[in-house]
């Protein structure tokens, strides 16, 4: 059984740093691409980032370059989203997905990144 | 960027009817890349409907895909009280804003 487990979420202040991590498990790893989507309280969906099966192919909403980074280890079964620079409107669920052609095939429950002071 | 619209905002229907969901691309796309998703309260989305019209593992035949080009629909046939929820379509690294699925 695919499972997508994120955790790291928490309350931040603006300015502040977060990592958040997707444990994987039930398929092979390094064979899907992955992606973090997140919502905002209330609002729809957004993509904010991509990386490659190999993890050397990397993409990023605008409203993230620069300040997030994506990353996986694959002995680890793991993605990661290192964030940075956070502000209020990054307040938001965030969720780990594999990808698989061009939909999103698995969700995981989501963590609630908060950023305020 | 393509822009997707989903209309109606909100959708009120009763148990039982036909549900018919928009969603228009502002440009053309390619089936093969148009995705719908279900998402309920509290819970994360599900994907429904890939390649415009295919149906997921496990997604009931009531749910069905359709469309090309611009103008893209998702019908739910016979309305169960389990579908009220929120669909989103979606296509590459854009979602639409959603069509909210009520109760009447």
């Known amino acids: 059984e695919v499972q997508l487990v994120e955790s790291g979420g928490g309350l931040v202040q603006p300015g502040g740093s977060l990592r958040l991590s997707c444990a994987a498990s039930g398929f092979i790893f390094s064979s899907y691409e992955m992606n973090w989507v997140r919502q905002a309280p209330g609002k729809g969906l957004e993509w904010i980032s991509y990386i490659s099966g190999s993890g050397s192919t990397t993409y990023y909403a605008d409203s993230v370059k620069g300040r997030f980074t994506i990353s996986r280890d694959h002995a680890k079964n793991s993605l990661y989203l290192q964030m940075s620079s956070l502000r209020a409107e990054d307040t938001a669920v965030y969720y780990c997905?594999?990808?698989?052609?061009?939909?999103?095939?698995?969700w995981g429950q989501g963590t609630l990144v908060t950023v305020s002071s | 960027e393509i822009v997707l619209t989903q209309s109606p905002g909100t959708l009120s229907l009763s148990p039982g009817e036909r549900a018919t969901l928009s969603c228009r691309a502002s440009?053309?796309?390619?089936?093969?890349?148009l995705t719908w998703y279900q998402q309920k309260p509290g819970q994360a989305p599900r994907l429904l409907i890939y390649g415009a019209s295919s149906r997921a593992t496990g997604i009931p035949d009531r749910f069905s895909g359709s469309g090309s080009g611009t103008d893209f629909t998702l019908t739910i046939s016979r309305l169960e009280p389990e579908d009220f929820a929120v669909y989103y379509c979606q296509q590459g690294r854009t979602f639409g804003q959603g069509t909210k699925l009520e109760i009447k």
């Open positions: 997905t594999r990808r698989v052609g061009r939909s999103f095939d698995y």
């Open positions: 440009q053309s796309v390619s089936s093969t890349y």
